[in-house]
């Protein structure tokens, strides 16, 4: 594909490729998350979840319309779970409730875009860095953590770079927002 420019030809499968799934995800968490903010709601809590779970579900099925019914099939399995598991809404809510701290804002789709400072052996280098967090959640304890939305196993802790990149840009980048320093938390 990359050297001769050929074009693969499109499985014949029912089920869609990983990379139109991961966009399906994506899709269905940010208007999820856009939706739970403007109807004036911040974190979940285990008081919310039920308004959370049918804004969810309300949210992956008109996402879903637009597939084949047996695409449709599976991903509302994925994303809404099924009495034998949980789907993925529900992981992301469940650690959410765990974690406690109320959010302030969500940042959603941020931009991680520019020169960020980054210190090494050698002292202090400036990188350019142009990047995209699938969420940045502002907590009322002057924290922020960092979600990146993965379908497959999650990435390697001992060389996964992504987030602690993202981590150290939005510290840079929301340094004064709202008037206050805000510190990586954590990332998931």
């Known amino acids: ?8 030809e499109p499985d014949d499968e029912e089920v869609m490729d990983p ?13 999820f998350f856009r939706r739970w903010q403007e109807d004036g709601h911040q974190e979940i809590t285990p008081e919310n979840i039920g308004t959370a779970r049918s804004l969810f579900e309300d949210v992956v099925e008109a996402c879903l319309i637009r597939l084949p019914e047996a695409e449709a099939g599976l991903e509302r399995t994925r994303l809404l779970g099924s009495p034998a598991a949980a789907g993925l809404g529900e992981a992301v809510f469940r650690m959410e409730i765990e974690r406690g701290v109320p959010v302030i804002d969500r940042l959603i789709e941020r931009k991680l875009k520019g020169e960020f400072e980054f ?5 202090p280098r400036r990188l350019s860095i142009s990047g995209k967090a699938d969420r940045i959640d502002l907590l009322a304890d002057g924290t922020f ?7 497959g196993w999650p990435p390697n802790k001992a060389r996964a770079l992504q987030l602690p990149i993202y981590g150290l840009c939005a510290e840079q980048q929301l340094a004064g927002h709202l008037g206050r320093q805000w510190t990586l938390g954590e990332a998931a």
């Open 1 to 8: 594909r990359h050297v001769l420019q050929l074009q693969e």
């Open 19 to 31: 990379r139109r799934q991961g966009q399906l995800v994506h899709e269905v968490f940010e208007t």
């Open 119 to 123: 210190q090494t052996s050698a002292g």
């Open 145 to 151: 953590r960092v979600i990146d939305y993965k379908l």
